[in-house]
């Protein structure tokens, strides 16, 4: 049973420029949520996608955005970096219906180091 | 605004000691509160989580006690190991929509 999977793993981008992770959720699950954790804090909530659409969002810019597929793997995206948008980047998934839907699964993140 | 306050930041005990990591939140629609553990490099992984009208949940080693009135809780981990050093997130979820993470305790278990 494949656990959540993300890509990539490590990536360094310049300030200005965009980028694009990805994230397969846990099979079984139909909602991804993505996470920013900076260095030495807690995962900090971006944006909530269930059913392709985006159902909840954190305090994050519009710099940020995301895509849910049908198959319900995600993308998040990020325009314009900035430096301080240098964090490890965590997908996690978790069934909606399910009685323990509070429960997240994560991804082993990507880590995104902006120059 | 911090909505979920852990304590202690970090935290260093013997082998076979019970460490304690305590948490309080403030929204009282919180209806989840799961703990999870995470290793340098990787990503959280759950340990336990308890609902609001469950007092206490024991799974393994490791212990949630809850107090609704006073809005807070905390992870007990049992005859602990140099293996359980890690750090410790507990967090608060409503609708199995966001959750809110306290900001973690290291934890160091001495051989």
């Known amino acids: 049973d494949a656990g959540v999977t993300q890509s990539p793993t490590h990536l360094i981008k310049t300030r200005g420029q965009q980028v694009t992770l990805r994230c397969s959720p846990k099979s079984g699950h139909d909602t991804v949520s993505w996470y920013q954790q900076a260095l030495g804090q807690g995962p900090q909530f971006i944006f909530q996608y269930y059913e392709e659409e985006e159902r909840q969002r954190g305090n994050f810019p519009d710099r940020f955005s995301g895509h849910q597929f049908p198959n319900y793997s995600s993308e998040l995206n990020v325009n314009a970096l900035l430096l301080g948008d240098s964090a490890l980047y965590l997908c996690a998934s978790n069934p909606r219906t399910s009685g323990r839907a509070g429960e997240l699964f994560f991804g082993e993140g990507s880590r995104l180091t902006v120059l | 605004q911090q909505q979920v306050k852990q304590s202690p930041q970090s935290l260093i005990v013997q082998k076979g000691g019970i460490p304690i990591i305590n948490c309080a939140y403030e929204n009282t629609a919180f209806d989840y509160f799961p703990w999870y553990q995470q290793f340098p490099g990787k990503g959280p992984a759950l340990l336990i989580a308890?609902?609001?009208?469950?007092s206490e949940k024991k799974e393994g080693r490791f212990t949630i006690s809850f107090n609704k009135s006073a809005k807070q809780f905390s992870l007990h981990i049992m005859d602990s190991q140099p293996g359980d050093s890690a750090t410790y997130f507990c967090a608060a979820n409503r609708n199995a929509g966001k959750s809110t993470f306290g900001d973690g305790t290291t934890l160091t278990v001495k051989p």
């Open positions: 308890i609902r609001p009208d469950v």
